[in-house]
């Protein structure tokens, strides 16, 4: 994703927000969901993390580097956002973005930089 497009996203996103509300909800289940895909750089889509009611769902171990699918099923933008920085990534309502884990092995805990109830942690392995 370019740096231009990242900016849009990121000016799109705040806009969408001004009409939102916070969400209260954080539960997270850790039930596996993994998919094939390939692409000319041979990643692999590890597990989908999917965000409904205001909570992150469906996260599960992904190997280093892999792609990551997340799914906002909710009527306003989230993010996936690494505490501490490392990985950040903006999904518009209704709408899906991939970022990659990290290429080292551990637990990563990340937060909607939108909404202060909802974090998780990714586990890569």
């Known amino acids: 994703m370019s740096r231009r497009t990242s900016t849009a996203l990121a000016l799109a996103a705040t ?6 509300g916070y969400g209260a909800s954080q539960a997270v289940a850790a039930s596996p969901h993994v998919s094939g895909h390939s692409s000319s750089t041979r990643s692999t889509l590890a597990t989908t993390i999917s965000i ?23 009527g ?10 490392g990985f950040s990534v903006i999904v518009p309502a ?24 909802m974090h998780a942690t990714l586990k890569v392995r």
């Open 52 to 74: 409904r009611g205001y909570a992150f769902h469906r996260l599960a171990t992904v190997h280093p580097g892999h792609l990551v699918k997340v799914v906002n099923h909710d």
């Open 94 to 117: 209704h709408s899906s973005r991939t970022f990659r884990a990290p290429s080292r092995a551990g637990d990563y805990r990340f937060h909607c930089m939108f909404h202060s109830t």
């Open 15 to 20: 806009a969408l927000i001004a009409g939102g």
């Open 76 to 85: 306003t933008t989230h993010s996936v956002t690494r505490n501490g920085g």
